[in-house]
């Protein structure tokens, strides 16, 4: 997996942004998915963590991810935004559903 | 029923991962479900517990159920994921609605 | 009226399971509903009470409701769920309207 | 106005019970109104009163009407039931739009 | 202006009840409107105030409106009701957009 | 600009009285809009200012802006009123956008 | 990029004035986006910063962003104007997703 992906983006607020991992690789899990079930895969590498949203007494609530996690996402939320012909996902952290452990 | 299914998902914020329960098993009350009534279990066993939401204050809100639980949860909540050929889906705590008394 | 029904189904929040009661039962009131007014019963068993939400200090909020009353509940509220051929409802106390008197 | 009505329904929460009054009788001010008119009254008589919704400290709030008073509520609230042969309306005290002096 | 109309209408919360001014009458202003205006007067003159809402500290928060004002509202907001011939409107002061100056 | 324009409104809460600047008035930054450009101005002077909402400790939030200032504000907020032939606007403070340099 | 481009406009509460960064420029990253991706750049030049929206104890929360920096932000917020032949966006700092680092 591109750990290695440098994004030039800073998400802002309590966004992240993802890299979906194609539907051709192995799963975190190391198994093949097979070609059926190629069109739901919703799981992405976090490249870029933003500071928190703000609480009701102006502290930085810190998001539960870090650089590096594989995470599952709501099909439905987030910016898509392609940058050198890499699409990323621009997310707020309340569309994280899971983090994939490896 | 398979309570030694492991996942690969850590559920984030007050998310649950459940094993949706085949239709054609027994339920918890350990009656057979007709043929006829297949078509609605939404009943499923707790496989994995997010850490809670914060509340207010910060702290986290610890969820009212466990891994292991049975569950009964409702029918549009949800997001379906599979992984190795099963079915899971990640839900909100605010999406059970009872637990299932073995 | 079946106040011995068991139910199986222990609720969250703050959920109740409902017992909807048969329309061609007398009314809680002692009278018998006509045929023709068959059709909206809305009226039910409270079968298990849910541990009451949690309000912002943490503290649970008891359900105004206890097992054993009639309830009065909105049409639209709720889960539907069949256990061994008995039609439950759960549904939040927030859509029950009134305790029908005995 | 048939202030003795009994009602077998005890409101929950900051709700009301509330006995729709027929547009062939004359109105609370006195005047009859003719029948052109009769297909807007949203005029009722209050049957019965919640104990009140709970505040964020946990005190009851009281409601602002009493049994017996006449209510002029919105037309799209509450839910009608039937008991008896005649037709209540439970309505949320914030349906209740102004007290009909008499 | 009829100021000396009564209402029997004893607004409940943070409602007024208002009495539409008709077009054919010259504006608050001194101008009469001439007939291509005649559809959108939403001009009226404040008949009864209610005693206001209860902010969360359960105090009430007086209207910035008194009896015999003349406002502006909006359009959609209110529900309307018919006494003895004459229309009124019950509006929620959020409805009411300014006071009209004499 | 007519800064002099008298409005007869006094507006309420956080609301503010604008009176639309015509396509064919050179704008603010003082350049000749050209035709093509004409349908979608938003620009507006303010000529009344409310005295601010009540926050929740019950005192007034000033506005933001003054009797005079030149406004951007969103196309689609906003009350249109017609007093002496002249269209006014009234709106929420949440609808301005920007304070126009003079 | 045109830091130098001025403007006119001071917003108000958490706004932001963005300069829409036109698809023949290159990125920020230094390579040139090609034709087939024209239709979504959704970058921009931040131009003037509003002075943050108040919280609830009435202090300004002040914006992430500066003056000159480049953000993507989301597709369907804010408000387009145009002045001097020029296209702006007025956005709500809530629509901002990253900043795009040089």
Do not use: W
């Amino acid at each position: 997996m591109s750990t290695a992906t440098k994004t030039v983006l800073k998400p802002l607020d309590d966004r992240v942004v993802v890299k979906t991992l194609e539907a051709e690789q192995t799963t975190a899990s190391g198994l093949v998915i097979p070609d059926t079930a190629k069109e739901k895969p919703q799981e992405g590498e976090v490249l870029a963590v933003g500071p928190g949203r703000l609480d009701d007494s102006g502290k930085r609530v810190a998001l539960d991810v870090k650089v590096g996690d594989v995470v599952l996402y709501s099909k439905y939320g987030g910016t898509e935004v392609k940058y050198d012909n890499e699409e990323y996902l621009v997310l707020s952290s309340r569309d994280l559903l899971a983090v994939v452990e490896k």
